[in-house]
């Protein structure tokens, strides 16, 4: 039974702290919901001109005249697409921060709680001491007659009738009778808090199904793009000379690349049986390295599993560090031209003495700067995407040695792909 009696009056005093650590909470969650407002409001808007885009893609002519019109809409829809899906996965990282953050503020308070507990806990046994003692002095007669021998203690303190108990100790009993109500009204604060966190994470489950509806929708926009580059390539006359002055830049680019390489000093030590695979949710190659319409591909691109390439982590393919990087424009110039979003990281010399590097190209975002270290399978350096020139969302990944592209599959990524 006093066990029963302590519990409730550990339940007091913690509430008094924990008022100042909840008031600070609720401001945080006003600026966070007025953040992922802002997000809606533009995803809106955004919706609203797919839908203006879609109609005039619907209205547009399907022969031959108008496939530039066509391709020229479809380019619009998946630039309105990749808005989206950034957009959407900018909400979802506000929604975890806030989910985060309200964790943490809920485990702080109900440690305070414990805390104040403890601290109510210790008072409410001094009381019972004092009591006693006062008991002792000489008035003890008249208390058992009001009180029975196992909770005498107990009836002081509820009906403060007692009037040997001094003014302190009074004070005291009222503080801790208010406290108490505090700590109840706000563990039930605690309890909605947490009630309110599982919709939040409702919501990211939604936004997240959303967010992967969109990327399969992207797939599909730039299949059809192509289909319609086709159809110009056929009749448009320009396409062979803007093809080879294409080539020639990208051969400019290479040769920058592997100047840049060898111009490099190399200090770590490449050791390694295969290197990591790059994407390691999607392990499907969409085009090998070799001979690819009229040209040699000197890469390999990754994309087309089931799991939509755009927007997946980029992970180094093995330790070492990066020694360029293009995250300001979506072509990029000199060396990172046509590849868009894109890096190069020096793995070391092997042990033949030969220098390993890899280049990523045509992300979406980069998460590493020129110099820094990283580590194989475990540094996220970007996220895939569809920058530079592409014709769809893809990684393209390649291995050099001594500043000359090699086959990276099967000879240095590992093997165990779809």
């Known amino acids: 039974m006093r066990q029963g009696k302590t519990i409730r009056w550990t339940a007091l005093l913690a509430a008094m702290l924990l008022l100042v650590t909840l008031a600070g909470s609720f401001s945080t969650v006003t600026v966070a919901a007025a953040t992922r407002s802002e997000l809606e409001n533009q995803l809106k808007k955004l919706e609203a001109q797919e839908k203006e885009i879609k109609n005039d893609l619907a209205a547009a002519s ?61 008072t409410h046994t001094l009381l019972g001491q004092r009591l006693r003692a006062i008991a002792k002095s000489g008035n003890l007669s008249a208390i058992q007659r009001l009180l029975n021998t196992e909770n005498y203690t107990e009836y002081l303190l509820k009906s403060k009738a007692a009037e040997c108990i001094a003014r302190r100790d009074q004070q005291t009993m009222d503080q801790l009778e208010a406290a108490l109500e505090d700590i109840q009204r706000q563990k039930e604060e605690l309890e909605q808090q947490k009630a309110d966190i599982q919709a939040e994470q409702a919501e990211v489950q939604k936004l997240k199904e959303t967010s992967d509806k969109k990327k399969k929708e992207l797939n599909t926009l730039y299949a059809a793009a192509q289909s319609e580059i086709r159809k110009l390539q056929s009749t448009v006359s320009s396409y062979n000379a803007e093809l080879k002055e294409t080539q020639k830049k990208i051969a400019e680019a290479d040769a920058a690349i592997e100047a840049l390489i060898k111009s490099t000093a190399s200090t770590g030590r490449y050791d390694q049986d295969k290197m990591f695979w790059p994407i390691p949710t999607v392990r499907a190659i969409s085009s090998y390295y070799g001979p690819r319409w009229g040209t040699q591909h000197k890469g390999i691109d990754i994309a087309n599993g089931p799991i939509p390439v ?101 000879n240095y990524v590992h093997p165990n792909v779809n």
């Open 62 to 122: 399907s022969d031959l005249s108008a496939s530039q019109k066509r391709k020229n809409l479809l380019d619009s829809q998946i630039d309105n697409a990749t808005q989206q899906i950034e957009l959407l996965e900018k909400q979802l990282a506000e929604i975890n921060k806030n989910i985060q953050q309200k964790t943490d503020e809920i485990a702080a308070a109900q440690t305070a709680i414990q805390d104040k507990e403890r601290a109510i806990e210790d």
């Open 310 to 410: 755009y927007g997946e982590n980029i992970v180094a393919a093995a330790d070492g560090v990066v020694i360029a990087v293009n995250s300001t424009s979506k072509w990029g110039t000199g060396w990172s031209y046509g590849y868009g979003y894109c890096c190069i990281i020096d793995h070391g010399t092997d042990s033949k003495g030969r220098k390993i590097t890899t280049m990523y190209a045509h992300c979406s975002k980069m998460n590493v700067r020129e110099g820094q270290k990283v580590t194989g399978g475990k540094t996220v350096i970007a996220q895939a995407g569809n920058t530079g020139n592409v014709t769809g969302p893809h990684l393209h990944f390649e291995v050099r040695v001594d500043g000359a592209r090699v086959n990276p599959y099967p």
